[in-house]
């Protein structure tokens, strides 16, 4: 495993996702959702769920340090709004700024954020700003509706 480095600003670049991108995404995404202990049996009971949708790509942006990507988000307009479908970091990178800066990158779209959250998530989505909004039926079971009014995001 990768020892974990601080995070500096300067060696984070976010950009958008290319071809070349997707075996990592797929990976990120599999690795990152098996860090949730209490998810781990509804995916043993659905590995579907562990399979990234390709067609997210025109919408995905990638967090790169050193060259490296080490997370991603996705988020498509809807309406007038955009629907987060994916936020992932790798694993050895949790914690450490990627996920805030993708949001922080989606957020300067300059449009309302929406996402169905992983109960799991809900401290991490209130601490960059989101605010409950609802809940949504999923496959898992009900799971809260979040938005992000960029006017109130985290700086």
Not at 4 to 15: E, G, H, T, W
Not at 74 to 89: G, K, M, N, Q, Y
């Amino acid at each position: 495993m990768n020892e974990k480095k601080p995070l500096f600003s300067s060696n984070l670049v976010i950009r958008s996702a290319v071809d070349d991108d997707v075996d990592t995404l797929r990976d990120i995404f599999r690795s990152a959702s098996l860090t949730i202990e209490g998810d781990r049996d509804l995916f043993a009971a659905h590995p579907e769920w562990l399979v990234w949708d390709d067609e997210m790509l025109p919408f995905a942006r990638v967090a790169v340090v050193d060259g490296r990507v080490v997370g991603f988000a996705s988020a498509r307009p809807v309406d007038d709004f955009l629907e987060l479908e994916d936020l992932f970091t790798d694993p050895d990178w949790m914690r450490q700024g990627i996920a805030s800066a993708l949001l922080e990158d989606i957020a300067r779209r300059g449009v309302r954020v929406e996402v169905t959250a992983n109960p799991h998530a809900i401290g991490f989505y209130e601490s960059v700003g989101f605010i409950a909004s609802g809940i949504a039926n999923t496959q898992g079971g009900p799971a809260p509706r979040m938005q992000l009014n960029i006017t109130h995001a985290r700086p």
